[in-house]
């Protein structure tokens, strides 16, 4: 397992802090781990505290009144999430389930004020890095918003791809219909005809439950 000073290394928001900083905020870190499918933190919440993920899988989602679940996110080793906890007293706006075991790096906001004390200027490099990460939100949803339910599923399926040496791309996370759904905000079988025509056009593939993606998704549905 990586240390805790080399993964604080890899979160964005604590990018351009010095050694003797990063050194701090680890030795303030505690390390803690939950099974598979285990909620880490719960919507609505009490904020106390910063996650990040040094090994596993977790999905980030919210849930309406009648418990239907819409996944905005899934991460693993190196992301984080709980970030603006250490900077509030609000609540959590959304809900965290281990996807497979998991090991977390977690700061609380406790010991993170008391290494402020000594390195105040921690504060304002994380408030110009949080709002970088703020704007990049910002465009996600304007993005979200403007989009048709077919544009939607694709950007779902390239922001998840990765490549392969043969030329195409591959889905590492094995999705279903419904968490293409969930993701996306539509319908199951909306989603089933856009896959079904797609595959059919040969854009995609199934290798099991891997979806691999031979050539660039058209534009428009």
Do not use: W
């Not at 949080?130 to 996600?140: E, F, H, N, P, Y």
């Not at 989603?191 to 534009?219: C, M, Q, S, W």
Request: charged letters at 30%.
């Amino acid at each position: 397992m990586a240390s805790a000073y080399s993964m604080l290394q890899k979160v964005e928001i604590f990018q351009g802090l010095s050694d003797d900083e990063l050194a701090a905020l680890a030795a303030s870190s505690t390390s803690r781990s939950f099974p598979k499918n285990t909620v880490v933190i719960h919507e609505n919440d009490p904020a106390d505290s910063l996650f990040v993920i040094e090994a596993g899988k977790v999905k980030v989602y919210c849930s309406d009144k009648n418990g239907k679940e819409f996944i905005m996110n899934t991460q693993g080793e190196g992301d984080y999430f709980g970030e603006l906890a250490l900077l509030d007293d609000s609540t959590r706006s959304a809900s965290v389930r281990t996807v497979e075991k998991c090991n977390f790096c977690i700061i609380y906001k406790e010991d993170f004020n008391r290494v402020l004390e000594d390195h105040p200027s921690i504060s304002r490099k994380l408030i110009a890095n949080l709002a970088s990460r703020v704007r990049k939100l910002t465009a996600d949803v304007k993005s979200l918003a403007l989009q048709d339910v077919y544009g939607r599923v694709a950007n779902v399926l390239m922001d998840l791809s990765e490549e392969r040496g043969d030329g195409t791309l591959y889905i590492g996370e094995k999705l279903t219909q419904q968490d293409i759904a969930d993701r996306v905000g539509a319908s199951r079988e909306m989603v089933a005809r856009i896959l079904k025509d797609l595959t059919i056009g040969e854009y995609i593939r199934f290798e099991g439950r891997h979806i691999i993606i031979n050539t660039r998704l058209p534009a428009k549905y």
